[in-house]
T-cell receptor
Framework: ELKVEQNPLFLSMQEGKNYTIYCNYS?????LYWYRQDPGKSLESLFV?????AVKQEGRLMASLDTKARLSTLHITAAVHDLSATYFC?????????FGTGTRLTIIP | DVKVTQSSRYLVKRTGEKVFLECVQD?????MFWYRQDPGLGLRLIYF???????EKGDIPEGYSVSREKKERFSLILESASTNQTSMYLC????????????FGPGTRLTVT
């Protein structure tokens, strides 16, 4: 059974700081996705990572995938308040996705 | 723009009632999915469908059934609602198996009393 673990589960950061969210998974997959969810809203796709070594960047967020280590990271650079949300990684099992438990990120002024 | 809509944002039902949650997508997507989201557990897949009249069990299908009579519509049915089915329910769609990205609806927060 595929397990997807995110850490930390909760993260409070000051504006301007850098931090990384980690997503570990237990079985082989070479496709992984990152989603964002604002309170009371649905999930919004952030990144689609389709191969080992894939790196995608959008604004202050950068995601990477290491399929050999079964690890993806979401790096936040110089955090701003607008990035406060819950972030989920999801591992592609071919037919379905398995989601991590999410990381609730709060950016403090 | 892909649009996935769900019939209700909030729903309150009594234990034992039959509950229908409807999901409609407007982009001719072949694949549709139902998830439930609970704090600390992330999203868990209940059922999915590759095409009209096709359905597959996800990770937690017990207590649920689904119906897909038309391509754009995927219904989740709770035959006899129970309090442990109180949750946020999210519908998603994807163009087909070869396309990776899933698009999510706004969610239905169901409370069973």
């Amino acid at each position: 059974e595929l397990k997807v673990e995110q850490n930390p589960l909760f993260l409070s950061m000051q504006e301007g700081k850098n931090y990384t969210i980690y997503c570990n998974y237990s079985t082989t997959s070479d496709r992984l996705y990152w989603y964002r969810q604002d309170p009371g809203k649905s999930l919004e796709s952030l990144f689609v990572l389709l191969s080992n070594g894939a790196v995608k960047q959008e604004g202050r967020l950068m995601a990477s995938l290491d399929t050999k280590a079964r690890l993806s990271t979401l790096h936040i650079t110089a955090a701003v308040h607008d990035l406060s949300a819950t972030y989920f990684c999801a591992v592609d099992r071919g037919e379905k996705l398995t989601f991590g438990t999410g990381t609730r990120l709060t950016i403090i002024p | 723009d892909v649009k996935v809509t769900q019939s209700s944002r909030y729903l309150v039902k009594r234990t034992g009632e039959k509950v229908f949650l409807e999901c409609v997508q407007d982009m001719d997507h072949e694949n549709m999915f139902w998830y439930r989201q609970d704090p600390g557990l992330g999203l868990r897949l209940i059922y999915f469908s590759y095409d009209v009249k096709m359905k597959e069990k996800g990770d937690i299908p017990e207590g649920y059934s689904v119906s897909r009579e038309k391509k754009e519509r995927f219904s989740l049915i709770l035959e006899s609602a129970s309090t442990n089915q109180t949750s946020m329910y999210l519908c998603a769609s994807r163009l087909d198996r070869g396309r990776y990205e899933q698009y999510f609806g706004p969610g239905t927060r169901l409370t069973v009393t």
